[in-house]
């Protein structure tokens, strides 16, 4: 059974400060999706990362992807506020089915 | 603006009362999908449709149906509601197999 799981699952960080979060899986998938959720809406598109050494940035928040590793990062760079919210990274390795990590639920405090 | 859209966002049932809750979309994928979340837990898959073609995950209760009557729309019928259906059902649609999802806002349903 496909495994895909998030560290930490709770991260409470200060604004201004840097951190990462981690995606583990545990079977080949060359494809990895990166989604925010803001509390009661609905799942927001961040990244897609396509292959190994995929590397993407949007704003404060880089996705990387090493499926050699079976490991992708979703580093975030002087936080503000406006980021808090769950993270959730997803794995495809059927072509029709999304397995969901189990969730980083993101604070920035002041 | 193309995208996917579900009705009702906010559904109250009663224990045991039929429901059905429906995702349309104007970005013409062949794949739609329906997902259960319920509070501070993952998207859980329910099954999907890839064109015409249903596909049932192996633990979703029979308790739960759905129908794609065209491209556009899909529903998802809950036959027998119980207090642990209460989740948010999110609906999403793919242009293809290993393509990016969207998804739409969600139907919360609460359950009496």
């Known amino acids: 059974e496909l495994k895909v799981e998030q560290n930490p699952l709770f991260l409470s960080m200060q604004e201004g400060k840097n951190y990462t979060i981690y995606c583990n899986y545990s079977?080949?998938?060359?494809?990895l999706y990166w989604y925010r959720q803001d509390p009661g809406k609905s799942l927001e598109s961040l990244f897609v990362l396509l292959s190994n050494g995929a590397v993407k940035q949007e704003g404060r928040l880089m996705a990387s992807l090493d499926t050699k590793a079976r490991l992708s990062t979703l580093h975030i760079t002087a936080a503000v506020h406006d980021l808090s919210a769950t993270y959730f990274c997803?794995?495809?390795?059927?072509?029709?089915?999304?397995?969901f990590g189990t969730g980083t639920s993101l604070t920035v405090i002041p | 603006d193309a995208m996917v859209i579900q009705n009702p966002r906010y559904q109250v049932t009663q224990f045991g009362k039929p429901v059905t809750l429906s995702c349309s979309q104007t970005l013409n994928h062949n794949v739609m999908y329906w997902y259960q979340q319920k509070s501070s837990q993952a998207p859980k898959l329910l099954f999907h449709y890839y064109d015409k073609d249903f596909n049932n995950e192996a633990d979703t209760p029979d308790n739960f149906q759905s129908r794609r009557p065209n491209t556009s729309f899909c529903f998802l019928d809950i036959r027998s509601p119980g207090l642990g259906d209460a989740a948010m059902y999110l609906c999403?649609?793919?242009?293809?197999?290993?393509?990016?999802?969207?998804f739409g806002p969600g139907t919360r349903l609460t359950v009496l």
């Open positions: 079977t080949t998938s060359d494809r």
């Open positions: 997803a794995v495809d390795i059927t072509g029709n089915q999304f397995y």
């Open positions: 999403a649609t793919s242009s293809g197999r290993y393509n990016e999802q969207f």
